[in-house]
């Protein structure tokens, strides 16, 4: 953006004429201003400082392709209202004493991103049930007017913006949620670690522990983002094997993986379209539970009563020795946790063995046992169903019967596990399944700041 675009820009912000006692505090989250009848949302801190008084802001009154997005400008100053004189008086003093606003900042120069702030408050409505709402998207959902990169600069470059928009996306647009971005993913959804596999771009940090835990793949800007930032509300990702629930779980967020099918993923790019599936990442129940009946609808059934059952897998057990003092921590923590979901369901919990009841219950006794079944299920289907590049030779390396072989698998899988391990509800509308099941992925989480041998 160069400097006379900027400058007009702000000329017109100017002749608003704000009250700066509009601003209100949210929590000590950052601002909230009331310009020409819309809530803009100001973070607590800025991004480059100067001297003077409160924050101000103008709007341009535009919005960008339906979208919601507002775009903003916040000058560091006392005035209430200003013409163009004045402005030019608050530029100059800028320019002198700040470090940052200065030429090259009109200019725009040294800029990747533009920033963009989203009204604020939730005010849903029977119509617009997330009205309000901020809400990240995993770039791997088209949105029309933009590229999406798939977490790939090559494609991004390759690729002019979208003329349509992912299914799931438009469906949060039409109930009101306001997108204030796209955010990162690995590399066309894939596994990837950091330090090991990012390479486009760079991983984003994980806001939990001292600032280095790995945020897990691959709706990570989705985890980081939610966990970071209190002004966002809701992020979307997606879920093939694990996707959304690494990440949560790693950013101590809600996260879900639905029921494949639940909602038509068009426009979005496919990863292993046997297992994927669109969800959200979000730190408010309330809020998860709105966009879930938004992005779901009649697909989607609100049960009355908890499970009769409560089973976990890999969790520690009582009396068990650690191996290390970090295990002996997470088992503490752990067991703390399984206590009081115990004490709330009033049940007890039973550790489940899936590997144990395949060998008692599989459909034919020829079969090999669960680990040798499923052992090239999960990456032949994430690169014989993918864009072919290099990445999976893989896939490419396979007959094309072998998908089929992967398939049946899986589908034999999914019908044990409903048979034996989750069955349904026995046709008893009051609770989804005859039990619950939590696990963990233990303690091994990586480090972005250990290279991997």
């Known amino acids: 953006m160069g400097s006379p675009t900027l400058l007009t820009f702000l000329a017109a912000c100017a002749l608003v004429g704000i009250d700066r006692t509009s601003g209100q505090d949210v929590l000590n989250t950052g601002a909230t201003l009331f310009v020409n009848g819309i809530l803009y949302y100001l973070p607590g801190k ?103 990169s798939n977490g790939n600069r090559a494609f991004e470059k390759l690729y002019p ?36 596999d990012w390479v486009d771009y760079h991983e984003p940090l994980n806001p939990c522990g001292d600032g280095y835990q790995d945020t897990s793949s691959s709706s990570s800007g989705p985890g980081s983002g939610i966990g970071s930032y209190p002004w966002l509300d809701l992020t979307l990702g997606s879920d093939t ?14 996260g879900n993986r639905l029921t494949r099918g639940l909602v038509p993923l068009t426009n979005t790019m496919p990863l292993a379209p046997e297992l994927d599936t669109a969800g959200f990442l979000v730190c408010d129940p309330n809020i998860w539970t709105t966009a879930a009946r938004v992005m779901y609808e009649d697909a989607l059934t609100f049960f009355p009563q908890f499970p009769p059952k409560l089973q976990t897998i890999n969790f520690p057990l009582l009396g068990e020795v650690a191996s290390d003092s970090t295990q002996a921590e997470a088992n503490t923590i752990l067991l703390d946790f399984l206590a009081k979901i115990e004490a709330f369901l009033y049940l007890r919990a039973s550790p489940v063995n899936y590997t144990l009841l395949w060998d008692q219950n599989k459909p034919d006794p020829a079969l090999p046992p669960l680990s040798v079944l499923l052992n090239r299920t999960y990456p032949t289907l994430v690169s014989k169903e993918q864009i072919k590049n290099a990445r999976w030779a893989f896939g490419d390396s396979l007959p094309a019967s072998e998908l089929d072989v992967v398939v049946a698998n899986k589908t034999l899988f999914r019908n044990f596990w409903e048979a034996y391990v989750l069955p349904a ?14 696990y963990t992925s233990g303690v091994n989480i990586p480090y972005r700041n250990t290279y991997r041998e």
């Open 46 to 148: 800025s991004f480059s400082s100067g001297h003077g008084g409160i924050y101000a802001t103008c709007a341009s009154g535009s919005t960008t392709s339906g979208l919601g997005l507002v775009p903003i400008t916040v000058v560091n100053s006392s005035f209430v209202a200003s013409d163009l004189a004045a402005l030019e008086t608050i530029v100059d003093t800028f320019s002198k004493q700040d470090d940052v606003w200065g030429e090259a900042f009109l200019s725009g120069e040294g800029l990747s991103r533009c920033t963009v702030a989203a009204p604020a408050l939730h005010r849903g409505s029977a119509s617009k049930p997330l009205a309000g709402v901020r809400t990240g998207i995993k770039d791997i959902f088209n949105i029309v007017g933009l590229q999406t």
């Open 161 to 196: 913006p979208r003329n349509s928009t992912a299914f799931p996306v438009q469906r949060l647009i039409d109930a009101g949620a306001i997108l204030v971005g796209k955010m990162k993913t690995s590399q066309f959804a894939n596994g990837e670690i950091a330090t090991a």
């Open 241 to 254: 094997g694990g996707s959304i629930r690494g990440p949560s779980q790693v950013q101590g967020v809600y």
């Open 425 to 438: 509800g026995n046709n008893n509308t009051a609770y989804c399944s005859d039990s619950l099941i939590l």
